[in-house]
């Protein structure tokens, strides 16, 4: 599957180009090291975002095989944190999750964001 043709038969609300540059845009806002935009139904646009990890870095969790040896592997994180029925209210979501994301729960409540 390309990039380009892997919605062909479905009602993928974005041309080819708009999501590539789209892509590209919300890698460098959240820098992160995957972007996936999906629309399952042709309707509502998601935006996924993945961080690139190790078993090394997880906290609370030791991964063994049978033999008990210590067993370590990468693998994405990813993370759905904005979705929208045009790129611009996709764009708007992102922007809004990125501004309150670093926020804690009374800091939200306190500048009116929640």
């Known amino acids: 599957m390309n990039k380009q043709g892997d919605h062909k038969n479905s009602r ?3 041309g080819g180009r708009l999501q590539d540059v789209l892509c590209r845009y919300f890698r460098i806002l959240f820098r992160c090291d995957s972007v ?3 629309s399952p139904l ?3 646009i998601f935006l996924i975002i993945g961080n690139k990890r190790n078993t090394k870095q ?3 969790g030791v991964w063994v095989d ?3 040896n210590l067993v370590d592997w990468d693998y994405l994180a990813e993370s759905c944190i904005a979705s929208g029925r045009t790129s ?3 764009v708007d979501n992102a922007r809004y999750y990125k501004k309150i994301s670093g926020l804690s729960v009374l800091e939200a409540l306190e500048r009116g964001y929640v």
Do not use: F, I, Q
């Open 36 to 38: 996936r935009l999906s």
């Open 12 to 14: 993928w609300p974005l």
């Open 88 to 90: 611009g209210e996709l």
């Open 66 to 68: 049978r033999d008990g």
């Open 42 to 44: 042709g309707e509502r």
């Open 58 to 60: 997880d906290k609370g």
